[in-house]
């Protein structure tokens, strides 16, 4: 099955940019999705398709993916931009199975 | 506005069975695809199950194929989730969401609050 593999953690300072990864075999290949998840909440999408954003997110938030890795930045973070992030794809080698990863959290210091 | 509400968890013990479902509004129901996505406690997002705004296209998860079904009433707007012979493992936060187009095998664009499965003796 596929696998997509997240930091565990990232840390940021206010006003600089944050960086959280997800690699997996030729991912570069796939549709990334991404979405933030503050506690008690439900997810939200916040990019899809490697690199659109649904109305209504900021455009602070920009993913591109190539390769083996896909990457979410957020620029100028804010501290409401603490949460978790997952980053998510469609394996349909064989039947179709929505994959996540394991999740990042992320730490505005 | 897009509302997506979830009810039917509960308690229920190993082996047990419970329904879940997900009424939906703010959009024309039978055209997206919709999916079940769970969150056990702590730890990350678990893809359950998803299908096609007619329902002919299922897919599931292998840990739980053959236990669960998943299936909507488009003249409800409702989207449901059986689950059968339910194990310990499968206590989390049920989340339903709308794919992104009619497959189904979109982004989920939009989440629901989800409901609670607590699986326990």
């Known amino acids: 099955s596929y696998v997509l593999t997240q930091p565990p953690s990232v840390s940021v300072a206010p006003g600089q940019t944050a960086r959280i990864t997800c690699g997996g075999n030729?991912?570069?290949?796939?549709?990334v999705h991404w979405y933030q998840q503050k506690p008690g909440q439900a997810p939200v999408l916040v990019v899809y398709?490697?690199?659109d954003r649904p109305s209504g997110i900021p455009e602070r938030f920009s993913g591109s993916n190539s390769g083996n890795t896909a990457t979410l930045t957020i620029s100028r973070v804010e501290a409401g931009d603490e949460a978790d992030f997952y980053c998510?794809?469609?394996?349909?080698?064989?039947?179709?199975?929505?994959?996540f990863g394991g999740g990042t959290q992320l730490t505005v210091l | 506005e897009v509302q997506l509400l979830e009810s039917g968890g509960g308690l229920v013990q190993p082996g047990g069975s419970l329904r879940l479902s997900c009424a939906a509004s703010?959009?024309?129901?039978?055209?997206?695809?919709m999916t079940w996505v769970r969150q056990a406690p702590g730890k990350g997002l678990e893809w359950v199950s998803g299908?096609?705004?007619?329902?002919?296209?299922?897919y599931y998860a292998d840990s739980v194929k053959g236990r669960f079904t998943i299936s909507r009433d488009n003249s409800k707007n409702t989207l449901y989730l059986q689950m059968n012979s339910l194990r310990a493992e499968d206590t989390a936060v049920y989340y339903c969401?709308?794919?992104?187009?009619?497959?189904?095998?979109?982004?989920?664009?939009?989440w629901g609050q989800g409901t609670m499965v607590t699986v326990s003796s």
């Open positions: 969401a709308k794919a992104s187009g009619n497959s189904g095998i979109e982004a989920f664009h939009i």
């Open positions: 703010g959009f024309t129901f039978s055209t997206y695809g």
């Open positions: 299908l096609s705004g007619s329902g002919g296209s299922t």
């Open positions: 030729n991912i570069g290949d796939k549709s």
């Open positions: 398709d490697d690199s």
């Open positions: 998510q794809v469609w394996d349909s080698s064989s039947d179709h199975h929505a994959v």
